[in-house]
Structures are given as structure tokens and as C-alpha cells.
């Protein structure tokens, strides 16, 4: 094709020599530079526009790859009411006016105490990953760690809220700075889910007779304590019963999991909820730090939620028959 389209070109090169009156290298030079300015860059236009085209049915708003596909303007719509109502506290849908077409324009406020930045996307309308950034800057931070509490003059939200127990609380391995993903909070139980938490355990502790907590990822059995690299008074008995979690998990699905007490096996981390309700007198405490090992890390495919699951729930079976044969 660009060969052909060459050669007819050069072939007359002769009438357009005499037409702008130039000379043959000036000609082909041109000629040239024209053949490329028209190469075939896709094939297929409308095809690829059509496969870009999801419906949008098929990705819910909810899910990270919704952000990774372009959406009509009528979704894009939807998305803005949506994502405005399920966040009222920090977005806000303000309608500016309409376009030639009668179309809303809306900007999305984030909220911001004085000062703001504006970002707008798509003034050129074929320039689609302009809205797709818009849309993937506002969503959620698949990545958030922390609760959303903002505590008086903090620049940051959110405190750990595995650091914000009343055991050991905030010493080596958690943070006074609100901004830092381990940060303990202002005081222990600061945080209303911890309180609620811990209000319950403490009602409910004679009939409690073990406490689980399911993290992710490291695939690991801890027990008391992380405050402490001290060894707990029951730490002889918890750590077969960990292995025994181990084992199990082995049998039903081939993973490998570790187990340990949480400040030698993972690392220092007071304030946690598995040694406070240790601490309370719930004896057997542990937390699973589920799959993987890092490859994927907290963004887990959804097809190795089943195999998860079954092996987690074969270490809780373990867990419980060993409280049963022991109380
Ligand atoms: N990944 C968990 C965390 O950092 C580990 C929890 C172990 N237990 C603990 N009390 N810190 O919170
Ligand atoms: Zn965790």
C-alpha cells in the first residue's frame, strides 16, 4: 500500500515538479513525507471503537476494572449520582450549567477545606482516556488500610485500627503520626469500631471461648503476643495448636502457611485486637494472615477466593475442635 501509493506519486512528480515549479529532490522529498502522513495506522476504526464500547453491565461500578474501561456518558451519569450518595461526607455534585446539546455539566467537589485544585477531562471529545482519568481519580483507593475517623486538628484521616486497641497501645511498631498507614490514634479505643468491638468482647468474654481475626496477605498463623516479643503464658500450647492450623490448611489445599507468635513471626505491632482479647482471658487468640504471598498481595484474583476460603475455614475447624477437647 505505501509502496504503491509511492510510486504513483513519483510517477508524477513530473506535472507536480511543473505545477509548484521545484525541483525533482524537493518533489520526492515530498512525496515522501505525503506517503507517510497517509500510512495506515489501524485497520479496523470502528471495530476497536466498538470493542471500547463495554456495556456497562457487565463491570459493576463497584469493581476495580469498572475504572479500567470507558463508559457512555449516560453511565458516567449514573456513576456520578452513585459514588456522590455513597460518599456524601467528602464528594459533592454541583451542576454548573448545560451544554449546546442541553446537556447537565457537573463538577465533582471534593471536599477541601479552603483551597482547591480544578481537574476537567474530556474538553476534546475522541480523547476518552481524558474522563477515564477522572473517573479512576475520584474512585476509591482499593488500597485504603485505615478507618475514615478524623481526629481534631489532623491533616490526615483514618487511624490503624490494629493499633488502636488497648494492649500495649501505640508503643515500638505503631505510630503517633496521623498520617503514617500504621497510626494508633489519639488514645486507645478512639476509634468507635474498635470501642464497639471491644465493648461486645468484654460483655460476652465467659462465652467467648476463642478469638479470630482474618487479615490478609502473608498466609500466616499468629497468636500473642506483637506487643511484646515476650512469650505469653500459654504460648507452648497455642503454637501446636497453630501448627496444627498449618497442617490442615496443607491437607485441603497444598498451601503453605507459617505460624508463630505475631512479634517474631510477622513483626512488633501493639494495640492489636488478637492480643487484647488475649489479654481479656480468651486463651485461644489467633490471627490468619490469608493468601498470597505477595504476588498478587491485597489485590487477590476473585478465582482464588474458594480455595482461600476452604483452607481458612479447615484451619477454624482445627481451632475448634482443639477448644472443644480442651474446656
Ligand atoms: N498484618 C497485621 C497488622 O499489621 C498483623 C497483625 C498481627 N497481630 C497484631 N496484634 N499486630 O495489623
Ligand atoms: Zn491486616
Not at 75 to 101: C, H, P, R, V
Not at 116 to 145: S, V
Not at 170 to 175: D, E, R, V, W, Y
Not at 192 to 203: G, R
Request: some cysteine; overall charge neutral.
Amino acid at each position: 500500500m505505501f509502496l504503491e501509493t509511492f510510486m504513483i506519486l513519483i510517477s508524477r512528480c513530473e506535472d507536480i515538479k511543473s505545477e509548484i515549479q521545484t525541483n525533482w529532490r524537493y518533489c520526492l522529498r515530498m512525496v515522501y513525507d505525503l506517503c507517510l502522513l497517509f500510512r495506515v495506522l489501524m485497520d479496523d476504526v470502528q471495530g476497536v471503537i466498538k470493542k471500547q464500547t463495554v456495556n456497562d453491565t457487565v463491570s459493576p461500578r463497584s469493581s476495580a476494572s469498572y475504572y479500567e474501561q470507558y463508559h457512555s456518558l449516560n453511565e458516567i451519569y449514573s456513576w456520578m449520582e452513585e459514588i456522590t450518595e455513597m460518599n456524601a461526607d467528602l464528594l459533592q455534585k454541583i451542576y454548573i450549567g448545560s451544554s449546546f446539546e442541553k446537556r447537565p455539566l457537573y463538577i465533582l467537589k471534593v471536599q477541601t477545606p479552603k483551597s482547591a485544585i480544578w481537574i476537567d477531562c474530556g474538553i476534546h471529545a475522541r480523547e476518552w482516556i481524558a474522563p477515564a482519568f477522572c473517573l479512576w481519580f475520584i474512585g476509591h483507593n482499593r488500597l485504603w488500610r485505615k478507618s475514615r475517623s478524623k481526629h481534631g486538628n489532623n491533616r490526615c484521616i483514618g487511624t490503624d485500627m490494629n493499633r488502636n486497641f488497648d494492649a500495649g497501645w501505640c508503643g515500638k511498631g505503631a505510630s503517633h503520626n496521623d498520617c503514617h498507614e500504621i497510626y494508633c490514634g489519639p488514645y486507645p479505643e478512639s476509634e468507635p469500631e474498635v470501642k464497639a468491638v471491644a465493648h461486645f468482647l468484654q460483655k460476652h468474654k465467659d462465652h467467648i471461648k476463642a478469638y479470630i481475626t482474618i487479615h490478609s496477605y502473608s498466609q500466616m498463623v499468629l497468636f500473642p503476643y506483637s506487643y511484646t516479643t515476650n512469650k505469653s503464658k500459654d504460648h507452648d500450647e497455642l503454637l501446636s495448636v497453630a501448627n496444627k492450623v498449618v497442617l490442615a490448611i496443607r491437607k485441603t489445599t497444598q498451601k503453605m502457611y507459617e505460624s508463630g507468635p505475631g512479634a517474631q513471626t510477622i513483626y512488633l505491632a501493639p494495640g492489636g485486637s488478637d492480643d487484647w482479647a488475649y489479654d481479656l482471658g480468651i486463651k485461644y487468640s489467633f490471627t490468619f494472615e490469608l493468601r498470597d504471598r505477595g504476588t498478587h498481595g491485597f489485590l487477590l484474583p476473585p478465582n482464588l477466593i474458594k480455595p482461600t476460603c476452604i483452607e481458612a475455614l479447615s484451619g477454624i475447624k482445627t481451632i475448634a475442635l482443639h477448644v472443644i477437647n480442651n474446656i
